[in-house]
């Protein structure tokens, strides 16, 4: 066996005992990007609205941008239906 296919070996048999736990870390870092293009569109789109125009979605500018403030471990676009989803109705 060559030095490259031990190497290849020992990563296949650490794949095979912990599936996934090789690509997390970087799993993880696509997240993070991908999470913060939402946030930048959620801004970009939503942040140029009226009171009005997002008031008739069931949000607020405080929403949107207390949305995009918060941690990286939280989606933006989750919390903002879920804010919009509890005041569905309630104006």
Do not use: Y
């Not at 996934?20 to 990007?33: I, K, N, Q, S």
């Not at 069931?58 to 804010?83: I, P, W, Y």
Request: with cysteine.
């Amino acid at each position: 066996m060559t030095r490259h296919n031990a190497a290849e070996a020992t990563l296949a048999q650490a794949a095979r005992r912990a599936p996934g736990t090789f690509f997390r870390p970087f799993e993880r870092l696509l997240a993070l990007v991908h999470e913060r293009r939402t946030r930048r569109e959620i801004e970009r789109s939503l942040g140029r609205l009226s009171n009005f125009h997002l008031r008739d979605v069931g949000l607020t500018k405080f929403d949107v941008e207390a949305a995009c403030a918060d941690g990286f471990d939280r989606s933006a676009s989750r919390a903002l239906m879920s804010v919009a989803q509890k005041r569905l109705g309630n104006w």
